[in-house]
């Protein structure tokens, strides 16, 4: 079975075409990182007209490189939700339209389900079950995934959101959007030992995150500099976002461990934006080399958003639509920018 991908939740329009026996044939991925960069942060007007510009020329080319064409397509899958309603109804509109002219089935996929089931699409893959912990722009969690739809909330943020964090703090460096990548870039030219940031709920005792106390803690010592320097100095800045990485890092993968032990799991997987930060990706190794457990990422490109998650999660639940609901389909369709993962169920 065929599956077309389409994500359009946020700044990312990706496509990807994956066959239940061939695996992951093509994907494409236009990022409107550019577009927003000068404004500090997504425009969600212009992030959904980008969408509707780039979904059918990626959704052609992919096509074109997996030498395949719309008519092969089995099913569509999409992201519903969560994200930006106007960003997501893009998205949700082209795969409807796209399945009532082709009389296939659409699957409306949780984006937090794709991320979660992105290291999958790797060569050896982890098998079920096994601790998940998802780090993106708007969710820092840690998870007991027994099976697909299977998933038990083990720890959750109180505030804001790891890749929120790295992007809070990275503006306070004055540094571009987003900022992860750009504060990891800095970090590899800071020293140790300059600064010293929390390292908040890291003896809580429970799998909970707080990271809004570190930004406020960044903020001290900003201002603190720019009263000493006028202007931060650019190894200061280095040096700040060096600390601030340990801390987020420290407390990502202290928690994971724990949420292993606790669990008594041997397998963890690693998803979302922040699973590309190099150091993070380190300090898991070791971690879970000295309790001898095995990690697993999505590659470099799949830990942000991207067509190919979605094009396999719906491959996913494809196995199990039945007859009577792939037939069923009346194309109506609804967004879910609010979306809890919880409430997905086994397919
Ligand atoms: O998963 P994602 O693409 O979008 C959401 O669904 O939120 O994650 C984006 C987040 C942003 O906050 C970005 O700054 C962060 O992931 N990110 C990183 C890195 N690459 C992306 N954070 C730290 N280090 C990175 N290398
Ligand atoms: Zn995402």
């Known amino acids: 079975m065929l599956v077309l991908g389409i994500e359009s939740s946020c700044d990312e329009t990706g496509i990807a075409l994956y066959d239940t026996e061939q ?73 409807e339209a796209l399945a009532f002219t082709l009389n296939v089935p659409t699957l409306g996929v949780h984006h937090l389900e794709g991320h979660l089931l992105a290291p999958l699409l790797e060569e050896n893959p982890p098998s079920f079950p096994f601790v998940a912990l998802l780090v993106s722009g708007g969710h820092t969690q840690l998870m007991r995934v027994s099976a697909i739809g ?11 959101a790891a890749g929120e964090a790295f ?13 992860g990548p750009a504060l990891s870039r800095l970090a590899k030219e800071g020293k140790p030992g300059k600064f010293k940031l929390p390292r908040p709920l890291l003896h809580s005792g429970d799998l909970n995150f707080s990271f809004s106390g570190l930004k406020t803690a960044v903020l001290g010592i900003v201002n603190e500099q720019k009263a000493l320097h006028g202007e931060l100095p650019e190894a200061t800045k280095a040096d700040i976002a060096f600390e601030f990485q340990e801390a987020v890092t420290e ?19 690693v998803s979302g934006g922040v699973g ?36 396999f999660a719906g491959a996913m639940r494809l196995k199990n639509l039945s007859a009577e609901q792939a037939a069923n389909q009346d194309h109506h369709f609804t967004v879910r920018p609010r979306w809890d993962l919880a409430e997905l169920q086994k397919p």
Request: aromatic share 4%; charged share 20%.
């Open 276 to 311: 590309a930060n190099a150091r993070l990706r380190e300090r898991l190794n070791q971690a879970t080399a000295r309790k001898m457990c095995k990690v697993s990422y999505p590659r470099l490109e799949f830990c942000t958003d991207n067509g190919a998650m979605i094009a």
């Open 150 to 160: 299977d998933y038990e909330l083990l720890g959750d943020t109180l505030d804001d």
């Open 23 to 95: 695996g992951l044939l093509a994907h494409a991925l236009h990022s409107q990182i550019d577009m927003h960069a000068e404004y500090g942060g997504v425009v969600p007007e212009l992030a959904s007209r980008d969408h509707i510009r780039r979904a059918l020329p990626l959704t052609q080319h992919v096509l074109k490189t997996a030498a395949r064409q719309l008519a092969n397509i089995d099913c569509i899958a999409y992201t519903q939700g969560p994200g930006l309603a106007g960003a997501l109804l893009v998205g949700t509109s082209i795969a």
């Open 251 to 269: 407390v990502l993968t202290a928690k994971c461990m724990a949420a292993l032990r606790e669990t008594g799991l041997d397998s963890l997987i």
């Open 167 to 179: 992007d809070k703090t990275a503006k306070l460096l004055g540094l571009g959007y987003p900022g």
